[in-house]
């Protein structure tokens, strides 16, 4: 349909002077409105200033270990996986009413399936467990959405990797050199995120969501210091690996589960 074009010219200058009244009262009216609107603006930027919110969503995560017993006593299940690290394994221990003890942890099912049936066919102890990380959500009551996204999935990004290089690793694919140049520039990545985080948690003292983030940063940075410098074996990647995972899981845990 053609667009209507109208045709101002046309108005005579007595219509225009007839309007000039309903125009003052019409400029009058639109200016209350806009310092009205102004007002309401201000409101809400200084209401957003202190109420500023940040909310983050930890998508849900699987992990695949592979466990070699259980036991009752925290002693026991020390002894056993000390036995484990010497083999080669991580010998990590994670509590759930009672201690088991893990040799690896892997992305995906079938690696995780595949060692354990290794195991079972080598007359030794082996069945698949599943570490899941149910989605999370954490409210900051900074608004600094961004970083702290990125922070926040920092954590199994960082155990991801470290999945990813050892079984790079079991296969020769990766040296250990490398791995620790790997953990070099973590750790100044986790330097980075403390220093920011550390800004914001002496803007924002009560904040208790932050200061928590800053003991799993300080956590994840024990991990990565695993494994720099001096010589690396498989059992070194693994035990961190474990280590990376039971850091994810205080973190999803203490930001609490969403149905």
């Known amino acids: 349909m053609q667009r209507k074009v109208y045709d101002y010219s046309a108005y005579s200058y007595a219509r225009k002077k007839r309007n000039n009244v309903?125009?003052?009262?019409?400029?009058?009216?639109?200016r209350f409105i806009a310092v009205a609107l102004i007002c309401l603006l201000v409101g809400v930027l200084l209401y957003t200033n202190l109420h500023k919110?940040?909310?983050?969503?930890?998508?849900?995560?699987?992990?695949?270990?592979?466990?070699?017993?259980?036991?009752?006593s925290e002693s026991t299940a020390l002894y056993f996986a000390s036995t484990i690290k010497k083999r080669g394994g991580a010998g990590g221990i994670f509590y759930d009413g009672s201690y088991r003890v893990f040799a690896s942890v892997y992305?995906?099912?079938?690696?995780?399936?595949?060692?354990?049936?290794?195991?079972?066919?080598?007359?030794?102890?082996?069945?698949?467990?599943?570490?899941?990380f149910k989605k999370?959500?954490?409210?900051?009551?900074?608004?600094?959405?961004?970083?702290?996204?990125?922070?926040a999935n920092s954590f199994t990004a960082f155990l991801e990797l470290l999945l990813a290089a050892s079984l790079d690793y079991d296969m020769d694919?990766?040296?250990?050199?490398?791995?620790?140049?790997?953990?070099?520039?973590?750790?100044?990545?986790?330097?980075?995120?403390?220093?920011?985080?550390?800004?914001?948690v002496d803007d924002e003292a009560k904040d208790t969501a932050l200061h928590k983030m800053q003991d799993f940063l300080l956590e994840q940075k024990t991990?990565?210091?695993?494994?720099?410098?001096?010589?690396?074996?498989?059992s070194d990647v693994k035990t961190a690996c474990f280590d990376m995972l039971l850091v994810c899981e205080r973190?999803?845990?203490?930001?609490?589960?969403?149905?």
């Open 22 to 30: 309903k125009k003052r009262t019409r400029y009058e009216t639109m």
């Open 223 to 234: 991990v990565a210091s695993q494994l720099k410098g001096g010589t690396l074996d498989g």
């Open 107 to 132: 992305l995906s099912k079938e690696d995780a399936q595949s060692v354990a049936q290794k195991m079972l066919d080598s007359d030794l102890n082996g069945k698949m467990y599943v570490f899941e």
């Open 136 to 151: 999370t959500k954490i409210d900051f009551s900074d608004g600094k959405t961004l970083f702290l996204k990125e922070l």
């Open 173 to 200: 694919s990766i040296s250990g050199s490398e791995i620790m140049q790997m953990m070099d520039n973590t750790l100044n990545d986790i330097e980075a995120y403390y220093e920011k985080l550390t800004k914001l």
């Open 53 to 72: 919110s940040s909310k983050i969503t930890l998508v849900a995560k699987k992990y695949y270990a592979v466990e070699v017993g259980s036991y009752a």
């Open 251 to 259: 973190l999803y845990s203490y930001y609490g589960g969403e149905e």
